[in-house]
């Protein structure tokens, strides 16, 4: 629950097409597919582990 507090989720009906679109104020870094995502946490986590 902590990674999705504060996402908003909107219907979008555009030339694209429809659909669900979530808009999560914490990820810092997403994959291409939407399936993935990291999060400020886990990015500040793995800065201190690279140091």
Excluded at 12 to 24: I, P, R, S, T, Y
């Amino acid at each position: 629950m902590q990674f999705v507090f504060g996402s908003e989720v909107d219907y979008v009906d555009g030339l694209q097409g429809a659909g669900f679109v979530v808009n999560n104020p914490n990820v810092v870094a997403a994959c291409g597919c939407g399936s993935s995502f990291q999060v400020r946490e886990d990015a500040a986590e793995s800065a201190a582990a690279s140091v």
